[in-house]
């Protein structure tokens, strides 16, 4: 069955600097791949997704993501971080039938 | 075009009663995915609902269920509510081609069971 991990439950950068958050997925076909962000109480928000092509995407928000087969990771970058990327962000990769398999989140905080 | 609606936005509830969750697709949408957000367990899939038939169903009681009508609007239903059933429930839809669509996430609705 398909799973994502997320090795970090917590991140802080400074604002400005850049970001990696690291995901791992499971899955034994070619998976598609997603970034979603979560603001406190808000619902899930797109970043960007990966279906086939070219491993590097290019999201919203200055975000990007690499997808490494090799490595069964899907990072997410941002070259400078702004305090308004503070938030909950969640890798997840799709099963069919739009069931999707949600890492456990890694919450960013952004200092001043 | 609007986005995904859920109603109500917050509810409580004591154990034992039963709860209907409403969502709101954006136009043009068929498919409704359902999910239950805890800090322990974090998001996992209840089900997917597609031209008013169940399409996919994720590991969650019969307690859980849910419902599509015509206009692709779809309720969740949590009979005999236990404590461990407080959660952000979140409601998604896409267009509905099968495989693995962008999904568009409404605001969630906030249940919590006393």
């Known amino acids: 069955a398909q799973s994502v991990t997320q090795p970090d439950i917590h991140i802080t950068v400074s604002e400005g600097a850049s970001l990696e958050l690291r995901c791992n997925y499971s899955y034994g076909a070619t998976p598609y791949l997603f970034w979603y962000v979560q603001s406190p109480g808000q619902g899930l928000q797109l970043l960007l997704k990966?279906?086939?092509?070219?491993?590097l995407v290019q999201g919203i928000k200055g975000f990007e993501a690499e997808f490494k087969r090799s490595q069964s990771s899907f990072n997410l970058r941002k070259p400078s971080v702004h305090w308004s990327d503070a938030a909950e962000y969640f890798c997840a990769v799709g099963a069919g039938n739009n069931d999707m398999r949600f890492g456990a989140g890694t919450r960013l905080t952004v200092k001043p | 075009k609007a986005g995904v609606t859920q109603t109500p936005r917050y509810l409580i509830k004591t154990r034992g009663q039963q709860v209907t969750l409403s969502c709101s697709p954006i136009s043009g949408h068929r498919s409704v995915s359902w999910y239950q957000q805890t800090p322990g367990q974090g998001l996992q899939f209840l089900f997917e609902y597609f031209s008013e038939t169940q399409r996919n169903k994720g590991n969650f009681p019969g307690r859980f269920s849910g419902r599509q009508f015509s206009n692709s609007r779809s309720e969740m239903n949590v009979s005999t509510l236990e404590l461990g059933d407080s959660a952000l429930y979140l409601c998604a839809s896409s267009l509905g081609g099968g495989g693995n669509e962008e999904q568009f996430f409404g605001p969630g609705t906030r249940l919590t069971v006393l």
């Open positions: 990966y279906f086939s092509g070219d491993t």
